[in-house]
């Protein structure tokens, strides 16, 4: 898989248009033929742990691209995590006419490729106890640690904690934490 194709793919993720050829001229697998492929074992079928989180993929339309080939990490935060956000801000995002929002949301809480927690924080030792990873939005988060607990933090310095290890699937890795990390405005 080239870089290319893989960037294109990061750029159309709100599209659920991962079926591009790549430079070779091979063409790649429609979403849905690569989630049919991987069965249960996706970043969209890992997402049973956070309904809402889940249900939100959904909405935006993402749903397909988890499920496909390309690797992510996803930070899902927990029910309780849109339960704190302002009042019915939750609900509003979940309109069809806030798609685009809720899709800059999500795409904030995707990061490219495959990061395990050793790597991350590996990352975190060689930046003096931080480390900057680029979001699938395009915007930042920061991770630190807190003790043993890995954090992310946004722009606007919402701290989220990693409520466990990870789940890896077969496609990325899955990270719950308990809060909505909002990409910069």
């Not at 989630?35 to 309904?51: M, Q, R």
């Amino acid at each position: 898989m080239t870089r290319a194709w893989m960037l294109a793919c990061a750029a159309a993720l709100s599209l659920n248009a991962c079926n591009k050829a790549d430079e070779a001229g091979e063409a790649r697998p429609t979403s849905d033929k690569a989630a049919e492929a991987a069965g249960d074992k996706t970043l969209a079928a890992g997402l049973g742990g956070t309904p809402k989180f889940a249900a939100a993929v959904k909405a935006a339309g993402l749903e397909a691209a988890l499920a496909g080939p390309s690797p992510y990490t996803v930070l899902a935060p927990s029910d309780a995590a849109f339960a704190a956000l302002s009042p019915g801000a939750a609900e509003r995002l979940m309109k069809p006419e806030a798609r685009k929002e809720l899709t800059a949301v999500l795409s904030n809480h995707i990061l490219p490729g495959t990061m395990l927690a050793a790597d991350i924080g590996k990352a975190i030792d060689g930046g003096g106890g931080k480390a900057t990873i680029r979001t699938l939005g395009g915007g930042t988060l920061t991770a630190s640690r807190s003790g043993d607990k890995l954090m992310f933090s946004d722009a606007s310095g919402t701290r989220a904690t990693v409520l466990d290890g990870g789940g890896e699937r077969s496609n990325g890795v899955i990270y719950p934490i308990d809060a909505v990390l909002m990409p910069t405005k």
